[in-house]
């Protein structure tokens, strides 16, 4: 191999390390809040924290209006050794949003979910969940943005998409 080889291919090498450096960079950067669709539910992830099966519950288009109270659920994963906390959820659509135990008065929003532990605030009868009160209009089926913040954990917006109550856990129809 003449001196020439050498140096084309020390030259190739130092580019191949340059290369994989920059991925290995990439790879390691920290990541920001991310956020999946699932067939109809929304997923995302700031932190250690999971949320999963993102959704809100309405009627039908005609039944709703301005004012009223549509349930938000969600699951919370603590992936950390650390309790985490979610102290905020926020959308420009509602008043406000709330934390309510089935029938029991709605409060401020503090949820503590325990460090490797699960805090479900999923649909079902009297089970504690999340609420968009005075909403400003009705939602039909359109997807929303919902702000969650978790102090030590960081804060995400997810569309979270409205689904139809026929949808949910709790729903019978009437005839």
Same mark, same amino acid.
């Given at each position: 191999?003449?001196?020439? %080889?050498?140096?084309?291919?020390?030259?190739?090498?130092?580019? $191949? &390390? &340059?290369? $994989?450096? $920059?991925v290995c960079l990439a790879c390691a950067e920290e990541r920001? *809040?991310? #956020?999946? %669709?699932?067939?109809?539910?929304?997923?995302?992830?700031?932190?250690?924290? #999971?949320?999963?099966?993102?959704?809100?519950?309405? /009627? +039908?288009?005609g039944e709703q209006k301005a004012g009223d109270a549509l349930g938000?659920?969600?699951?919370?994963?603590?992936?950390? %050794?650390?309790?985490?906390?979610?102290?905020?959820?926020?959308?420009?659509?509602?008043?406000?949003?709330?934390?309510?135990?089935?029938?029991?008065? !709605? #409060? !401020?929003?503090?949820?503590?979910? *325990? &460090?490797?532990?699960?805090?479900?605030?999923?649909?079902?009868?009297?089970? /504690?969940?999340?609420?968009?009160?005075?909403?400003?209009? /009705?939602?039909?089926?359109? !997807?929303? %943005?919902?702000?969650?913040?978790? *102090?030590?954990?960081?804060?995400?917006?997810?569309?979270?998409?409205?689904? +139809?109550?026929?949808?949910?856990?709790?729903?019978?129809?009437?005839?």
């Open positions: 191999m003449n001196r020439s %080889d050498r140096g084309a291919r020390a030259a190739l090498h130092a580019l $191949l &390390a &340059a290369c $994989l450096l $920059l920001g *809040p991310e #956020q999946w %669709d699932r067939g109809g539910l929304v997923d995302g992830q700031v932190g250690p924290v #999971q949320l999963i099966h993102a959704h809100i519950l309405a /009627p +039908p288009m938000l659920y969600v699951t919370l994963v603590n992936n950390s %050794d650390r309790d985490q906390v979610l102290d905020g959820v926020s959308t420009v659509h509602a008043d406000s949003v709330v934390y309510r135990e089935g029938r029991e008065k !709605p #409060q !401020p929003i503090e949820v503590t979910v *325990p &460090a490797r532990r699960i805090a479900s605030l999923q649909e079902g009868h009297d089970r /504690p969940h999340l609420e968009l009160v005075g909403i400003h209009r /009705p939602l039909g089926a359109t !997807p929303i %943005d919902v702000t969650f913040r978790f *102090p030590s954990a960081g804060t995400i917006t997810l569309r979270i998409p409205v689904l +139809p109550l026929s949808r949910g856990a709790g729903y019978s129809s009437r005839g």
